[in-house]
């Protein structure tokens, strides 16, 4: 997987007890075009530290191009942003 950590624009869905599902999110890519790219699976979540920050730290498999592709997507708790990490 690339090292990316691109801001990414997230569409997520919170159940009763607090817990984050990301569904899809937008990017831009290359050519300064949005590109949405929905989240078939997370293959595991866990909570992370990462230079001090708490980040909830998703393994996922998304289609990209027919392809199936693992990325990993990160949440920062303290600022509440979403980061596209590895892709």
Same mark, same amino acid.
């Given at each position: 997987?690339?090292?990316?950590?691109?801001?990414?624009?997230?569409?997520?869905w919170?159940?009763?007890?607090?817990?984050?599902?990301?569904? +899809?999110?937008?990017?831009?890519?290359?050519?300064?075009?949005?590109?949405?790219?929905?989240?078939? !699976?997370?293959? +595991? !979540?866990?909570?992370?530290?990462?230079?001090?920050?708490?980040?909830?730290?998703?393994? &996922?498999?998304? &289609?990209?191009?027919?392809?199936? !592709?693992?990325?990993?997507?990160?949440?920062?708790?303290?600022? &509440?942003?979403?980061?596209?990490?590895?892709?």
């Amino acid at each position: 997987m690339k090292l990316l950590r691109k801001p990414v624009e997230m569409v997520a869905w919170f159940d009763y007890e607090g817990n984050t599902i990301p569904v +899809k999110f937008r990017l831009l890519n290359e050519a300064e075009e949005n590109t949405v790219i929905k989240i078939n !699976k997370i293959v +595991k !979540k866990e909570l992370d530290k990462f230079a001090g920050n708490k980040m909830m730290k998703y393994t &996922c498999e998304s &289609c990209i191009n027919g392809e199936i !592709k693992q990325m990993e997507i990160r949440y920062e708790l303290d600022t &509440c942003r979403w980061y596209l990490y590895k892709m």
